[in-house]
């Protein structure tokens, strides 16, 4: 077996197992955990549709902090639509993605999403740079924030380093690119990285309380 | 152009590079060890720790968007009052102990054993610079409640014996008089009179049964008792079946601010079971935020079950009685701005009640820049207008509220709480400002239209 089938194989296939065993850990140990139950008067509705309201409101930012925070909430963007074209819109990728799940849909021309993958590392970048320099940032931010943004960013170098062919050969590059997406799926529950799907969570919980007292959400 | 004139610094910048961080003063309270104040915070941590704590605090991408919520980050640029650092120990209490990976952090020590010495570093930020105002709450793109974790974090820390002086000694009066101002139901009666009379107004007291029960703040009944008579006038021309209670008439809960669960309890069970025993429909809290929080919100979970009897605010009772056409007022020509008390606001859902009074009014109501639900905190809620040492600190901050209400050029400002009007006060005696922060209820109350029958 060489380095390419190892990782489209074996590591790949454990990478995934981790990844599901891991989000499934943490949300269970979250959810496991005691909840008083609230027996106030609610006054708007909370529940269910409450959190799918916040879950979609706080995607966007409220008037008064527009002006503060829309620097980094620019480059967050564009770094997480960014990740989201680079990994579904990219053809070769949803070739994959084909194989695996049976059906496929339209991708990008390659060129635009080169262009895409570039722009989401220079976004990564100026929120690396952010993070090492903003006093806030560097007061809060930990191992965990770093190691983060290193994995996340490491598919998208190798896989931009593909087409350029230097120093490897394309099997051996291909075969970093994806054990560099193994190391990213393992990561993911783990650490940070987990906001992915604690996300709805934590805006959801928000959205069931704060709606169910008719506050400010 | 402007021209500047170079002999002397401009204000403005030169406070904002002058700011030092205040002395450090690590107070304490009892005679626990070192090791026996770690271990009561930690195990009261992990006590508060549930589903909703649990994921915000594994959610938190530490993105530092919430410091420029906060009003102390943004006055003072110390990155030590992000608002999520300022329950960074409850955090890490959750990883070492509780999280899904709890036993990966211990085993590799990736989060160390809090320490005293940082446990008595966090007191002055979790009492000092949080007003639990709940605006850095609404920044979060994660929409992580900041702010209801710092009023859990605060348990640990009573528990520990690690609270300011001023706001321990309070809340202690408050659990042994039932009153932080030491007020007694005798206090309150003899107060009640002399409002009676000089205002020539009945105020009923001790009913056996009625319909609502009416409840006061201490800081109401000691620095502006006309918000008693004030209450009675509304009340009385409402044409309600009501009552004060001298067994239980104390609104304010600094069980809840200091972060003591059973005086906490003990307190809001009092005016409950007050109301139980007159037969009151309805609990009429008075002008005060966290007074609000403290019934409306946790009450029923303080008595383990729905209470039965309604919660309202001042001001949403009068909205509704105005609204039901129980109640007139007479126009007021007057342009007027208001301040949302954050517990009864943002935090706490009425925000309308007020501006319907005031349109009742005929006000010419000028709403704050980025005000209602996003308003500025007065500076002094979460108890810290108790806390002395905090003071410079609470001024710095309150230029922003001066900012927010110099912009409306209102010729009155007005609030429904009396602890934000108190932290009004001082500080417009601080710094000679020449708003006044009045009393929505007393405006209401003076221009009260009489209905003949
Ligand atoms: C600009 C960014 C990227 C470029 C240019 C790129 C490019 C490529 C290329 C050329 C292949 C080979 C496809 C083939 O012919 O088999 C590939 C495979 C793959 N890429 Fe990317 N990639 C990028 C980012 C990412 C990211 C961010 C992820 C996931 C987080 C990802 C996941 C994968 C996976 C799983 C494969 C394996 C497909 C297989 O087994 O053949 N890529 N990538
Ligand atoms: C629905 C899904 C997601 C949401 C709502 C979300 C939201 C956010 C937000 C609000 C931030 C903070 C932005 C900032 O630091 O300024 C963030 C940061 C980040 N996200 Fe996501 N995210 C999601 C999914 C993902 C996924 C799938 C990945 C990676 C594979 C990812 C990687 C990152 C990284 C690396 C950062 C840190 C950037 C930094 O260093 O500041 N996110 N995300
Ligand atoms: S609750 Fe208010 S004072 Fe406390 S951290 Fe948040 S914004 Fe700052
Ligand atoms: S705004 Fe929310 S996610 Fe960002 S650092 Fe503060 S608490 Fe964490």
Redesign the interface.
């Known amino acids: 077996m060489d380095l390419l089938e190892f990782a489209r194989g074996p590591a790949l296939q454990t990478a995934a197992y981790i990844l599901v065993a891991g989000t499934i ?2 949300i ?14 609610p ?2 509705r909370g529940g269910f549709f409450a959190a799918l309201k ?2 979609w409101t ?1 995607a966007f ?5 527009k002006k ?2 829309m620097y ?2 620019m480059m ?1 963007y564009v770094m997480h639509i960014g990740l989201f074209a680079t990994i579904f819109l990219f053809t070769p990728h949803i070739v994959f993605f084909e194989g695996w799940m049976g059906f496929d849909w339209p991708g990008l021309p390659n060129s635009v999403i080169f262009f895409i993958g570039v722009a989401t590392v220079i976004s990564g970048v100026a929120l690396l740079v952010r ?1 090492m320099t ?10 965990d ?1 770093y190691f983060s943004w290193f994995v996340t960013m490491l598919p998208l170098i190798t896989g931009l380093l593909i087409p350029v062919r230097v120093l490897f050969q394309y099997e051996d590059l291909l075969a970093i690119h994806i054990l560099s997406v193994a190391l990213l799926l393992i990561w993911l529950p ?1 650490g ?1 990285l ?2 992915a799907f ?2 709805f ?7 069931m ?2 709606e169910r ?5 | 152009m402007t021209t500047v004139d170079g002999r002397h610094r401009l204000d403005r910048e030169a406070e904002r590079i002058a700011y030092k961080p205040p002395e450090a003063r690590h107070d304490k309270q009892g005679d626990m060890s070192t090791d026996e104040r770690v271990e009561h915070a930690m195990h009261h941590f992990v006590k508060n ?4 704590t ?3 605090l ?8 919430c ?3 906060c009003h102390y ?1 943004v006055r003072t ?1 110390d ?2 009052y ?1 608002p ?2 300022k329950i ?1 120990l409850f955090k890490r209490a959750y990883k070492r102990e ?4 709890a036993f990966f952090y211990r085993l590799f020590g ?1 989060k160390k054993k809090i320490t005293i010495d940082q446990l008595e570093e966090w007191q002055h930020l979790l009492y000092d610079s949080c007003t639990v105002c709940g605006r850095c ?9 900041i702010a209801g974790m710092v009023s859990m974090a605060r348990h640990g820390m009573f528990k520990a014996g690690l609270i300011p002086h001023e706001l321990h000694e309070t809340a202690k009066r408050a659990a042994e008089t039932g009153s932080p101002l030491g007020i007694t139901p005798e206090k309150f009666e003899e107060r009640l009179e002399w409002m009676a009379d000089e205002h020539e107004v009945d105020i009923p007291l001790n009913i056996e049964k009625a319909d609502v029960l009416a409840v006061m703040s201490s800081i109401e009944i000691q620095k502006y008792p006309e918000s008693m008579a004030a209450t009675a006038k509304i009340l009385n021309a409402a044409g309600e079946s009501w009552t004060f209670r001298s067994d239980g008439f104390e609104a304010t809960n600094f069980g809840m601010l200091s972060g003591n669960t059973d005086w906490q309890k003990e307190a809001s069970m009092k005016l409950i079971n007050t109301a139980i025993k007159i037969g009151a429909k309805k609990l009429v809290l008075p002008e005060c935020g966290h007074a609000y929080m403290a019934m ?6 303080m ?5 039965p009897f ?2 309202q605010h001042i001001s949403e009772y009068i909205a509704d009685a105005l609204n039901e056409g129980r109640l007139k007022v007479k126009k007021v020509d007057k342009s007027v701005t208001f301040h949302d008390p954050c517990q009864v ?7 309308q009640a007020p501006r319907d009074i005031l349109k009742h009014l005929g006000v010419d109501f000028r709403e704050m820049p ?1 005000g209602g ?2 308003n500025w905190c007065c500076g002094g809620g979460g108890g810290v207008v108790t806390i002395k040492r905090a003071d410079e600190l609470r001024h710095r901050v309150f230029k922003l509220k001066m900012d927010q209400v110099e912009a409306t050029e209102a010729e009155e400002l007005l609030s429904s709480c009396a602890n934000c009007r108190q932290s009004f006060d001082d500080s417009q005696q601080h710094f000679g400002w020449d708003y006044t922060m009045g009393s929505l209820m007393e405006m209401v109350a003076d221009n009260i239209e009489e209905q003949r029958s």
């Open positions: 850990w943490r269970v140990g979250i959810v496991m955990l005691k909840e008083k139950a609230d027996y106030s008067e006054r708007g916040v879950i706080r930012t409220a008037e008064p902090f503060a925070t980094p909430k967050a993070r903003s006093p806030v940032l560097k007061m809060i931010s930990n191992f924030d783990f940070k987990g906001h604690l996300v969570i934590t805006r959801g919980t928000t959205g309380v704060f007292r008719g506050a400010r959400t | 720790f549930n589903t909703q649990a994921s915000y594994d959610g938190c991408v530490h993105c530092g968007m410091a420029d919520a980050h640029d990155p030590r992000t999520i650092w960074e509780v999280g899904p990976f990736f709450s609404l920044v979060c793109p994660m929409g992580i409640d409306r919100w946790m009450g029923a979970n008595y383990g079950k729905p209470l309604k919660v606001s943002r935090r706490g859902g009425a925000t980025n639900d996003y």
